[in-house]
């Protein structure tokens, strides 16, 4: 993340870049816990760049009788309309 940082990308614009990386080698969709945890950033921080992720159309989510999941948005990513079929199943 710090190599970003150099090379002349904000911490904002990190995050958002390594948010979606890590929805997109997921196999499940996440919450917004996991990706804070996944990150080391505050669980508020985690929910404003997922928002901002799905504002851009980058991201898809689905409320869950506990939460909120996300996952990457269909054709955005090789098998990311498998990850979108998955969900809408459960």
Same mark, same amino acid.
């Given at each position: 993340m710090i190599e970003n940082m150099i090379k002349g990308r904000s911490l904002v614009e990190t995050l958002k870049s390594e948010a979606l990386r890590i929805l997109?080698?997921?196999? /499940?969709?996440?919450?917004?816990s996991d990706i804070a945890k996944r990150l080391n950033i505050a669980w508020?921080?985690?929910?404003? /760049?997922?928002?901002t992720l799905e504002a851009e159309g980058k991201v898809s989510s689905l409320?869950?009788?506990k939460s909120r999941v996300y996952f990457p948005k269909k054709g955005l990513v090789p098998g990311g309309a498998e990850n979108e079929d998955r969900v809408k199943k459960r």
């Open positions: 997109e080698e997921s196999n /499940i969709p996440l919450g917004v508020s921080t985690a929910r404003a /760049i997922l928002l409320k869950t009788p």
